[in-house]
């Protein structure tokens, strides 16, 4: 018998699966919270002995274990490596800020998408998050931390939009008011630009923010450096951005993850302006440029720029109308960018290493 994922059900849901066990539907109001508290069942003394154990036999454990973690001596960032119910890894980014903990979160086990920049798809993708592993990033941080996540941003390990019906549901579970209860409007969702997924996005119209993993201002650099654009030209990329926000009137964050000698220059500034500009021409949508010192990984030659390069390229879009910032980098003495961690932990897996 296939085991019940009781974390990615729904209230609703919850309440149809006691009523089939012969139970009554307020069980359901008393377990979907304590799921989400991360209580174990056998640790919910509401339920009878006999419940208990009957749930044990026929539910899946979900959530995410802590196989490792690293904590920031600068900023106490922490990077979590969590240990999947299959023996699989990803990494979740915790980080404190004036108005709030953020959790940066992943959607897949490895990535398919094979930006050059990025460490989380190397390798390859393995498979997607269920919902339940998708929310279980938050509890288990909630846990460990001690303390209350109350933003996420979907830039994790993976792309959220070729896992789409998983990410929606969570994206549902995670804001319902019975559970962790985080608005919509604290949650950033990051794409490398799956058109289709755009448009779906915009039709179910949840108040999250949309940010697009642009990085290049033509199709040239672009293709060079993230596959996804030999099928989707920036041109349509920047057409399912403008649509999106046609219908749901929210602005759209465009991150640009700038790689020295690359994709830095003042031409490149000048190129990017003049491309934003012209596709929200007539629009009013306010464009936000949110740029990113690429973090350096072993097996790709990229390098970062300085501070200083960073700041000159956010000031040359300004010029032109833009409005740009610097991402502040926290966790740089524990490298907090996704996939290197896991990368690690499967090399040392494969030689019998992992504690």
């Given at each position: 018998?296939?085991?019940?994922?009781?974390?990615?059900?729904?209230?609703?849901?919850?309440?149809?699966?006691?009523?089939?066990?012969?139970?009554?539907?307020?069980?359901?109001?008393?377990?979907?919270?304590?799921?989400?508290?991360?209580?174990?069942?056998?640790?919910?003394?509401?339920?009878?002995?006999?419940?208990?154990?009957r749930l044990a036999d026929i539910t899946l454990d979900t959530?995410?274990?802590?196989?490792?973690?690293?904590?920031?001596?600068?900023?106490?960032?922490?990077?979590?490596?969590?240990?999947?119910?299959?023996?699989?890894?990803?990494?979740?980014?915790?980080?404190?800020?004036?108005?709030?903990?953020?959790?940066?979160?992943?959607?897949?086990?490895?990535?398919?998408?094979?930006?050059?920049?990025?460490?989380?798809?190397?390798?390859?993708?393995?498979?997607?998050?269920?919902?339940?592993?998708?929310?279980?990033?938050?509890?288990?941080?909630?846990?460990?931390?001690?303390?209350?996540?109350?933003?996420?941003?979907?830039?994790?390990?993976?792309?959220?939009?070729?896992?789409?019906?998983?990410?929606?549901?969570?994206?549902?579970?995670?804001?319902?008011?019975?559970?962790?209860?985080?608005?919509?409007?604290?949650?950033?969702?990051?794409?490398?630009?799956?058109?289709?997924?755009?448009?779906?996005?915009?039709?179910?119209?949840?108040?999250?923010?949309?940010?697009?993993?642009?990085?290049?201002?033509?199709?040239?650099?672009?293709?060079?450096?993230?596959?996804?654009?030999?099928?989707?030209?920036?041109?349509?990329?920047?057409?399912?951005?403008?649509?999106?926000?046609?219908?749901?009137?929210?602005?759209?964050?465009?991150?640009?993850?700038?790689?020295?000698?690359?994709?830095?220059?003042?031409?490149?500034?000048?190129?990017?302006?003049?491309?934003?500009?012209?596709?929200?021409?007539?629009?009013?949508?306010?464009?936000?440029?949110?740029?990113?010192?690429?973090?350096?990984?072993?097996?790709?030659?990229?390098?970062?720029?300085?501070?200083?390069?960073?700041?000159?390229?956010?000031?040359?879009?300004?010029?032109?109308?833009m409005v740009a910032t610097v991402r502040r980098r926290l966790?740089?003495?524990?490298?907090?960018?996704?996939?290197?961690?896991?990368?690690?932990?499967?090399?040392?897996?494969?030689?019998?290493?992992?504690?």
């Amino acid at each position: 018998m296939d085991r019940i994922d009781l974390y990615s059900l729904t209230e609703e849901e919850l309440i149809d699966f006691f009523i089939s066990l012969g139970e009554p539907k307020f069980r359901a109001k008393q377990v979907f919270p304590k799921l989400h508290e991360g209580v174990a069942i056998s640790e919910m003394t509401s339920l009878s002995k006999a419940l208990r154990e009957r749930l044990a036999d026929i539910t899946l454990d979900t959530l995410p274990r802590v196989e490792k973690k690293l904590v920031s001596k600068i900023d106490g960032t922490v990077k979590y490596l969590f240990r999947l119910h299959d023996g699989e890894c990803i990494e979740s980014v915790f980080m404190r800020y004036k108005h709030g903990n953020t959790l940066c979160i992943s959607s897949q086990v490895g990535c398919l998408m094979g930006c050059k920049f990025c460490a989380s798809t190397l390798g390859g993708k393995v498979r997607d998050l269920l919902p339940s592993e998708l929310l279980g990033q938050v509890i288990a941080a909630n846990l460990d931390t001690g303390e209350r996540v109350s933003n996420i941003v979907m830039m994790g390990i993976g792309e959220p939009l070729d896992n789409f019906d998983n990410v929606v549901r969570f994206l549902k579970l995670v804001n319902h008011p019975s559970g962790l209860n985080i608005g919509y409007r604290h949650i950033s969702l990051s794409t490398c630009g799956v058109v289709p997924g755009i448009y779906k996005l915009a039709e179910i119209d949840l108040p999250i923010t949309l940010s697009i993993s642009l990085h290049a201002s033509n199709d040239e650099k672009r293709t060079s450096i993230m596959p996804v654009n030999k099928r989707w030209h920036i041109d349509e990329l920047l057409k399912a951005c403008v649509d999106y926000y046609k219908v749901t009137g929210r602005r759209i964050s465009f991150e640009y993850t700038l790689i020295a000698g690359k994709n830095d220059t003042a031409e490149d500034a000048r190129e990017l302006a003049a491309l934003l500009r012209g596709a929200f021409r007539g629009t009013g949508a306010p464009i936000h440029v949110n740029l990113i010192r690429v973090n350096e990984v072993e097996e790709t030659e990229f390098t970062e720029g300085t501070v200083d390069s960073a700041n000159a390229f956010a000031a040359r879009l300004e010029s032109f109308g833009m409005v740009a910032t610097v991402r502040r980098r926290l966790g740089a003495d524990i490298n907090a960018a996704c996939g290197q961690l896991r990368r690690a932990a499967g090399a040392q897996a494969s030689e019998g290493k992992v504690e």
